[in-house]
């Protein structure tokens, strides 16, 4: 089983900031990655798909970038709505990462 | 819009059987995959397996092989979820999600979610 590593699990920052998580895989898993926000009592929602590309209605903001084994997601400028809990996913066996929680500073 | 709609919170005792649907809308229902996600309380997402309404073949995460069946009724473009022999480490809320048969956008579309506590 492929094992995704999320760093860190909890991430303190203020509105306006730039916010990077980190997502390792256990091998490569090329550019098959996703990434997941998460609010508290709602579904996880799309943000990025094969490492880098936006889904639609994704704010510009949000950035993906890696492969192989080593991915991140970049927040370009911290905004209230972003708060939230994120998630890694690689689509060969679709295991998720631990998650990492954007709290507020 | 895609929309996937899920059936209702369930309380189960354990030992017992749970049955969640997830019902979907708005595009070709026999062209996606449907995935099964949980989430037990404060704790992350677990994959759990797939359907292919196409074809009705499943496949299961090796954790869950056993215990978990998913069929669906292309007549109602609804596919379900059943886990058997609940024990407490089943109470979570469980998520279907769409997912294309490349997969290559992942899971784009998710249900509402549906909580299973399973409580003597």
């Known amino acids: 089983d492929i094992q995704m590593t999320q760093s860190p699990s909890t991430l303190s920052a203020s509105v306006g900031d730039r916010v990077t998580i980190t997502c390792r895989a256990s091998q490569s898993i090329n550019n098959w990655l996703a990434w997941y926000q998460q609010t508290p009592g709602k579904a996880p929602k799309l943000l990025i798909y094969?490492?880098?590309s936006l889904e639609s209605g994704v704010p510009s903001r949000f950035s993906g970038s890696g492969s192989g084994t080593e991915f991140t997601l970049t927040i370009s400028s911290l905004q209230p709505d972003d708060f939230a809990t994120y998630y890694c996913?690689?689509?060969?066996?679709?295991?998720f990462g631990q998650g990492t929680k954007v709290e507020i500073k | 819009q895609v929309q996937l709609v899920q059936s209702g919170a369930e309380v189960k005792k354990p030992g017992a059987s749970v049955k969640v649907s997830c019902k979907a809308s708005?595009?070709?229902?026999?062209?996606?995959?449907i995935h099964w996600v949980r989430q037990a309380p404060g704790h992350g997402l677990e994959r759990m397996g797939r359907i292919n309404p196409n074809t009705g073949v499943s496949n299961y995460d090796e954790r869950f092989q056993g215990s978990v069946t998913m069929t669906m009724d292309t007549s109602i473009n609804t596919v379900y979820m059943e886990l058997s022999r609940l024990t407490s480490d089943d109470t979570a809320v469980y998520y279907c999600?769409?997912?294309?048969?490349?997969?290559?956008?992942?899971?784009?579309?998710w249900g509402q979610g549906t909580l299973v506590t399973v409580s003597s």
């Open positions: 999600a769409r997912g294309a048969f490349t997969g290559s956008r992942a899971f784009d579309h």
């Open positions: 996913q690689q689509y060969n066996s679709f295991s």
């Open positions: 708005g595009y070709s229902f026999t062209g996606y995959y």
């Open positions: 094969k490492a880098s």
